[in-house]
């Protein structure tokens, strides 16, 4: 699978390393392409996973605010719920970026 903005990929992995929450795809963070992601301040916590980390997405000369987060301190529960652990994990904003099956 692959997350791209144009001919840019954000992130590659194999389909069976990617985990699947509410919609969202999350990505092993060393699936991630270095450099793509710039921190921001954007707070959020959800109520079963914690609290989130966002990032802005960086491709060339295109910035795409608060497009991936990730969960790096995930609650417990959450991993029970899960089944597997994603602490660290990056999901994108699939209106804003193309993912690949």
Do not use: H, Q
């Amino acid at each position: 699978m692959k997350v791209l903005i144009g001919d840019t990929v954000l992130a590659e992995a194999a389909n069976d390393t990617v985990v699947r929450i509410e919609g969202n795809a999350y990505w092993p963070p060393g699936s991630v392409t270095a450099g793509v992601l710039r921190d921001s301040p954007t707070p959020y916590a959800c109520p079963w996973k914690g609290r989130a980390k966002y990032y802005d997405v960086v491709a060339g000369e295109t910035v795409l605010r608060d497009v991936a987060w990730s969960y790096p301190d995930l609650k417990k529960s959450a991993v029970t719920r899960v089944g597997r652990d994603f602490s660290g994990y990056v999901a994108f904003d699939a209106r804003e970026v193309t993912i690949e099956n």
